[in-house]
């Protein structure tokens, strides 16, 4: 037991440092925080390895990006009919 001690402390000290990596890359990319270059780097390495996430990542951007028309304050709201 004594000689897998040290490799069982590596191992623990590798997913520790993974996990945190992991944690702080979606804490990043929930906020919105990445600099131009550190966003652009995820998006390649995405791009790369995970071609779904890529692209879902784009159509979230987008979603992101888009906003609700403000109407003015003298008109009255007019309520949306949604067919089901």
Aim: charge should be positive; include cysteine.
């Amino acid at each position: 037991m004594e000689a897998l001690l040290p490799y069982l402390v590596a191992l623990g000290c590798l997913g520790l440092v993974m996990g945190c990596l992991t944690w702080c890359a979606r804490l990043i990319r929930r906020r919105g925080g990445t600099g131009g270059g550190l966003g652009a780097a995820l998006a390649a390495y995405e791009e790369a390895f995970r071609a779904t996430s890529h692209a879902s990542h784009y159509e979230i951007r987008a979603q992101a990006d888009r906003k609700d028309p403000l109407e003015s304050p003298d008109r009255r709201r007019r309520r949306s009919r949604k067919r089901a």
